[in-house]
């Protein structure tokens, strides 16, 4: 009799675990449908003539006579040059990148890990530059390089991010806080210097936590459009979400939508690859697989 009981609780708990797992999976597909309909609606618009734009209804069907052209060859003649504008954004976006990701990443180490005066407060200062909005500080950082010549440069998008980012110094320091110091008193021991540790065993056991921020921060820089439109003028110069709203600004009066459309696939395409290509990389941070 027990054991009968034992099963028919076995029983009900099993079958609540997958009533609620099937809850949880219906709401995550509404979710993902809810996401992803305004992109396929996006990437079917831009193969329509502006006129088939205009007529047709919403729909989410591919148009009978595909506009391939207007990836292959039309996109590419507007002026701006969309592909200037792609090519401005990697550069910015990469430097930016890889030396604030070293930066930011040395940062998280000493404030692990090192031991010096002062370093909680230096943390917490830090931490407090994260509550004041950039709408705060636009008009002042503005007159600063603009007296010392860096608007209508690429400085001003570069430099800063170069010297850290405050959000993946927090994050990476709550990672590397995980990583035993016995590890690092070992190394001491055996005589290797905070560069030699720093690189050969910090940076192996936290490169899924770096490898995420990373990814973040290039989705970030790459989709940033408030900075880039504040400090840049000059067509050669523009990064490829200003140089869109220039498009769509331009091409407003003859109402060429499905051309504006393509441009916006193409600038979203470099962020779907680098996700899909390092999304283990981005769980494996999340989930806080620890050491192996």
């Known amino acids: 009799m027990p054991e009968q009981i034992e099963v028919a609780k076995y029983g009900s708990q099993k079958r609540n675990e997958t009533l609620g797992n099937a809850i949880v999976y219906i709401f995550l597909t509404l979710g993902a449908l809810i996401m992803v309909i305004p992109l396929v609606w996006m990437f079917e618009s831009s193969l329509k ?20 052209g207007n990836y292959f060859r039309r996109v590419w003649e507007m002026t701006p040059k969309l592909q200037r504008g792609i090519l401005n954004s990697i550069i ?3 430097s930016t990148i890889l030396v604030g990701t ?7 180490f000493s404030y692990s890990k090192l031991r010096f005066p002062g370093k909680n407060q230096l943390f917490l200062a830090e931490l407090a530059t994260m509550m004041i909005p950039f709408s705060v500080i636009m008009i002042p950082t503005f007159i600063i390089y603009a007296r010392i010549g860096w608007v209508n440069t690429w400085w001003p998008l570069i430099v800063p991010g170069m010297l850290g980012n405050v959000s993946m110094i ?8 995980g990583i035993p110091t016995s590890m690092i008193e070992s190394a001491r021991i055996d005589g290797a210097g905070y560069l030699r540790i720093f690189f050969q065993i910090m940076l192996p056991n936290a490169r899924p936590a770096i490898a995420a921020q990373a990814i973040l921060w290039f989705m970030g820089a790459w989709n940033d459009y408030f900075a880039p439109s504040i400090y840049l003028n000059d067509d050669n110069l523009l990064t490829v979400q200003v140089m869109i709203s ?10 060429d ?3 504006l459309l393509t441009a916006s696939v193409i600038a979203l395409l470099p962020i779907l690859i680098v996700f899909m290509v390092f999304q283990k990389q981005i769980i494996a941070s999340v989930a806080m697989t ?3």
């Open 246 to 255: 220039r498009l769509n600004a331009m091409y407003a009066i003859n109402t």
């Open 102 to 108: 070293t930066v930011s990443s040395m940062a998280a």
């Open 170 to 177: 927090f994050f990476l320091r709550q990672y590397m806080s």
């Open 92 to 94: 910015i976006a990469v």
């Open 290 to 292: 620890g050491l192996k």
């Open 257 to 259: 939508y499905p051309l």
């Open 49 to 68: 003539t502006p006129g088939q734009f205009l007529t047709t209804q919403l729909s989410l069907a591919m148009p009978k006579n595909p506009q391939w």
